[in-house]
């Protein structure tokens, strides 16, 4: 993942073959299924919005390659800064990951390039058992107001199964519970907790094993928002927070009908992919 402007500027995507060689194995283990490809304008850049799953990965790397093979559009996605110090940083950069700086972000939308962001960010990503698919926003109106200033569409993707990834133990909150716990949470973590609003959940994947679960992902993109009606109002907080809520509503939407989607092909599910879930 690379937080150099010039560097994200210059990137050239690999081939849609080469790309959908390098996610063969999460394309097996999650079986994405896509719905709505006719709702993205190919002609015109967009900014994908979407619900961010818990302690995500999967979602966004084969979203990003579900766009691109099948559209042809290739969407920068945008990381927080804890990847830039992870050891997986190359990998991210690689595919075209970029730190989510409101610089970063208006130099790429200059260019007429596309852009995949979670508004909800870390607060999604270490969401609490009880916040399965609820947006974490709040008035995070930044891709709002940059897609006006662009001219940008914004495109709503909803994602389901992944929250459903790793079930929750306790939380770090919990389990420091004491003394001792509140100093270690205080020295170590309790900056992370403020920045994230979380109280930090403690997951599992299979059984008690850091692996997560190999949930089906289904995909639906919602009804594109032409932002160029805006035009000029990039500044007005009453516009932002009318542009906000329909694309929170419209992920919403789409968020129901994967779930009636995904009722209906339960029963199609290979046993060996039910089992380990149940574990």
Known sequence: ?????????????PSQEEFSKKFRLLNAYFAPEFIGFDE??????TLFAANHGRFGVPDTLLLVQGIYCNTGIFAHGLADFI??????KDFLTSIGGVVGTREMCRAIMKEGKSL?????????VLKSKGNCYQLLWERRLGFVRMAIESGHRIT???CLGNDELFDIVTSVDALLSNPLGTRIKEKYVGDMMKQYNSDMPIPRGIGFTP?????????KFGTSIDTKKYAGQSDNADVLQRLQDD???????????LMLIRAQNKSEEPRWRRLLNSL
Do not use: C
Not at 40 to 45: A, F, N, S
Not at 116 to 124: A, M, N
Not at 211 to 219: A, E, N, Q, R
């Open 156 to 158: 709503p993707v909803a």
């Open 211 to 219: 692996i997560p679960k190999p949930v089906k992902l289904y995909f």
């Open 83 to 88: 990847h830039y110090e992870a050891p997986w």
């Open 1 to 13: 993942m690379t937080k150099s402007i010039e560097e994200a500027l210059a990137f050239v995507p």
């Open 40 to 45: 993205i304008d190919t002609e015109q850049p």
């Open 116 to 124: 995949l962001v979670y508004p909800g960010g870390g607060r999604e």
């Open 247 to 257: 694309v929170a509503e419209s992920l919403n939407h789409a968020l129901k009908d």
